[in-house]
């Protein structure tokens, strides 16, 4: 297995061969705890955050690596972290986002004004939360809360959403998904771009050396330039600068290996219809990880129903509907807490197909 190269940032000059995991995914609490997942950002220093419900397991040190949290809704065990969260992030020199369903905004907005900010002009670190909120599955609504200005409410407008994608940049996004509990709750799934890996020993191979050029190399490829587009290579041996000009379509069948991106799904509180079913299926397709909430035995079901809830073994069908790769169930219901072993193979029996 290869270093990456140095200087390598986010992403950048991955020459690994092997299967390098952008995405390390883990349950902020055991299943039966408040739900949550915490994804930490290989080669960077970043981590998104679904749900913001205990998050006492959550050090200062990935808290305040969080860069997005998408909250599902605003029930107490998926948003009472809120203030934990916010406590860290004073004093910070920070923007974070935060996505959620209709009444956010409101929600953030009310959470905020219950803490008195009158010494707020006195701090030097800008600390700023971008809301996001999905009013409607086509329209998002920005509204940002700065420390400075005591985080009176400042309204940046709204958006049209296109494919539920709430999150758009050059190697990942993040699509919501409204689906019905009783009350809209969103699901998500993080998916990064198709990636794109050089191999250093074949750019060595043609004579060349590594340098900021693979990634003009990447963006030509992504954006599906034509094979006889020239790309200027330039790099430094020895300190002394060596250019060429290569066409990309010999370039990329040479040094680069492409292999589809990650994706992670995060599904909890889903009412077991049609609807939800089929947005579920479609927004965890072929997902690397699907976690979703199995909060009930199977033989509750009509409880489950009661409820808006999933049993154990509609998790797992869902999960086998939609082809993921890996489920993790959780969100289990504490009336099942002696139960934790059926639970868990009520739902990967389903998965399987059993
Ligand atoms: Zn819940």
Known sequence: ???????????????????????????????????????????????????????????????????????????????????RLLRHLIGREKTVCLCGPPGFTDAVRHKLEAYTWNLTARYQARLNLVVNELVTPLRLRTTQFRLQSAFQPEDRGELYVEDGIVLSEPDLWVRAEMIDHGTPCLAFALEERERINI???????????????????????????????????????????????LPLGQLARKVTRTQPG?????????????????RIVELAKDADTLFIEAAFLDEAASLAAERNHLTAGQAGSIARLADAKRMVPFHFSPRHMDDADRLHEQALAAFAGK
């Open 1 to 83: 297995m290869s270093e990456p190269l140095p200087g390598s940032t986010d992403n950048a000059w991955t020459t690994d061969d092997a299967v390098t995991r952008r995405f390390v995914s883990e349950l902020l609490n055991d299943p039966f705890g408040d739900p949550g997942v915490f994804v930490d950002f290989a080669f960077s220093r970043r981590a998104v955050l679904f749900d913001l419900g205990d998050l006492s397991a959550l050090s200062a040190r990935k808290l305040l690596r969080i860069s997005d949290v998408f909250v599902s809704h605003m029930h107490v065990d998926h948003f009472i972290g809120f203030d």
């Open 199 to 245: 191999w250093r020993n074949e750019v060595e191979a043609l004579g060349l050396g590594v340098g900021p050029w693979l990634n003009a190399l990447k963006e030509a490829m992504r954006g599906g330039a034509p094979d006889d587009t020239p790309i200027q290579i330039r790099w430094r041996t020895n300190g002394e600068i060596s250019e060429r000009v």
């Open 262 to 278: 990650e994706k992670i799904a995060y599904v909890v509180d889903a009412r077991h219809t049609v609807e939800n079913i089929a």
